[in-house]
């Protein structure tokens, strides 16, 4: 019997900037939350968009899929986002990809 992943979504929204902090593993069967979750924050008029990653254990490419329509909404949209890196683990995901030095990562500002 496949097991679901463990997978929480923290949301904060002050002074106009939401932030998402994403919790175990980002893939197909959650990746719609996180998505939903980011959508409702821009709804609520947050102009800028954190998401949180560094306790995030695993994506896979629909996270990433995501992750780069973002960016491009946000470029589009004229709001920011910034990613906090995750562990070298996932991170590495990134690098492989090659979308690591395209996508918006910032130092936790918190």
Do not use: Y
């Amino acid at each position: 019997m496949i097991r679901p992943s463990q997978f929480e979504i923290h949301t904060q929204l002050e002074d106009g900037t939401g932030r998402l902090t994403v919790v175990g593993e980002l893939d197909l069967a959650t990746v719609g939350d996180l998505q939903d979750r980011a959508q409702s924050l821009l709804e609520q008029s947050a102009s800028r968009l954190i998401l949180d990653l560094s306790q995030m254990s695993f994506i896979d490419s629909s996270g990433l899929r995501l992750l780069i329509s973002l960016s491009a909404r946000a470029e589009k949209e004229e709001w920011t986002l910034g990613l906090v890196r995750p562990d070298q683990r996932a991170f590495s995901v990134f690098e492989i990809s090659g979308v690591d030095q395209k996508l918006p990562f910032i130092e936790d500002p918190n």
